[in-house]
């Protein structure tokens, strides 16, 4: 299916992507693959907590020389995240997209929302996105619609509660903390949700599944069928870095991998062109820019 023509299947009817929603998939270097030589993104680092646990998952805050999600310099603020968008727009008028990925999970951090509702006030042509793990999804869409992010990364690695729950250490929903199967249920029907209310509002939806050979490996061509029946535009499978809980286990190999697109793409657009960003990667994908924006006042 090519980046000119899109109509999905939402909720039984066929939609016809208007000439915005185009501009927020033909501008996206992460949704079209087109677009990410020519075009680049801002992440701003300003959600450092996260709600669940993934044992494939370290963040840091330090790790300069580190490509990798969760990875940042440091962590901005509201007022830093507003600074370092205009001083990136100035400079580089080829950066379409600001993006919220972490390093925690953005929609756990009040700080996502206040440097959305100024990017809306101050900056409203500038495509927004944000990627998430989907547990507060369905309680958080309203405010990403009213802040204009039209594009949405889920985070999606089983449909299988009990393949959840080889995956997930723990998630912390409404003040408690669940764990093993009770937690996997729990984030998997949030999730789904999410993406449901995200196709409805017309949001371009990419989910994210990270292939881990042992755990989910048989299991990721039924996610990419549940996604595609629901209308996300495309579906990125990430080979595991081998880390935390995971770092014993061999990450899939290219030849893996492409195997496993092949079959995905089956049901749903793949993205090939991942390059694992950053939480605060700015510039073309392959080809980030770490200059003076992070200098202090």
């Excluded at 250490?169 to 764990?179: A, H, M, N, S, V």
Aim: charged share 25%; net charge positive; hydrophobic share 35%.
């Amino acid at each position: 299916m090519s980046d000119e023509v899109r109509v999905a299947d939402v909720a039984g009817k066929k939609v016809q992507w208007d000439p915005a929603q185009m501009r927020k998939i033909q501008e996206h270097p992460c949704f079209s693959e087109k677009a990410c030589h020519t075009f680049g993104r801002c992440h701003i680092p300003v959600a450092p907590k996260c709600n669940i646990q993934c044992n494939y998952c370290i963040r840091d805050f330090d790790c300069v020389n580190e490509s990798r999600p969760g990875v940042t310099t440091r962590v901005l603020n509201p007022d830093e995240s507003i600074d370092m968008v205009k001083k990136v727009v100035d400079k580089y008028d080829y950066i379409k997209v600001v993006g919220i990925a972490g390093p925690g999970e953005p929609l756990a951090n009040e700080e996502t929302f206040e440097t959305l509702r100024r990017l809306h006030e101050q900056y409203p042509n500038v495509i927004k996105c944000i990627s998430t793990n989907g547990l507060l999804l369905p309680d958080k869409i309203d405010l990403l619609q009213k802040y204009d992010v039209g594009n949405i990364t889920v985070t999606l690695n089983a449909i299988d509660p009990e393949i959840g729950a080889k995956i997930y250490q723990f998630i912390d929903y409404q003040g408690k903390r669940y764990t093993g199967i009770e937690g996997a249920k729990i984030l998997l029907s949030q999730q789904l949700k999410g993406i449901e209310e995200a196709v409805k509002r017309n949001m371009i939806v990419k989910i994210n599944t990270v292939y881990i050979p042992g755990i989910n490996e048989d299991h990721i061509p039924a996610i990419a069928k549940k996604v595609g029946e629901m209308g996300v535009y495309t579906f990125n499978v990430i080979p595991l870095i081998a880390q935390y809980k995971f770092g014993n286990i061999t990450p899939p190999t290219p030849e893996m991998k492409r195997k496993m697109q092949d079959e995905c793409g089956k049901y749903v657009k793949q993205m090939r062109h991942c390059q694992r960003c950053r939480a605060d990667a700015i510039g073309k994908l392959g080809h980030d820019i770490q200059s003076c924006l992070y200098e202090k006042k």
